[in-house]
């Protein structure tokens, strides 16, 4: 069985293997648990995330609004999303808003990708990519 956070309330659900993750609805708000795209978390959420999710991959994207190639890279990144899911869920880290939660995770250029699986760090890689190379980066790494 596997858990992960609503990205409407925080809530955590759990989803049983033998139902479709797709179709699943938050127990507590009645959202869509995966909505096929990145989600915007500050450090708070991100934590929560960390802390609930299990079973599922966290693949984190530290931006900021002022960067180029972060930019380039969001399209690609909502892109990626929609293919990765539900096996993994597509968080976004605005590093100059959530400056201390950047810095906690060793953040020293952008944009930064980070994949979890239950909680630690799986694999990180700096720098744009396409959303070809990131469901491949994503999908090697998770094995």
Do not use: Y
């Amino acid at each position: 069985m596997s858990q992960v956070v609503c990205v409407s309330c925080g809530a955590g659900n759990r989803l049983p293997e033998e139902r479709d993750p797709l179709a699943a609805k938050c127990g507590r708000c009645k959202a869509a648990v995966f909505t096929g795209a990145p989600t915007a978390v500050t450090g708070a959420a991100l934590d929560r995330h960390r802390r609930l999710s299990q079973g599922v991959g966290l693949l984190l994207d530290v931006w900021a609004p002022w960067c180029g190639p972060c930019r380039t890279m969001a399209p690609n990144f909502e892109a990626a999303a929609r293919q990765l899911e539900p096996a993994v869920r597509l968080l976004k880290l605005d590093s100059e808003a959530e400056p201390a939660a950047a810095g906690a995770l060793n953040v020293s250029s952008i944009p930064t990708l980070i994949l979890f699986r239950d909680g630690k760090i799986l694999a990180r890689q700096s720098g744009a990519m396409s959303a070809a190379q990131i469901v491949d980066w994503t999908r090697r790494a998770l094995g």
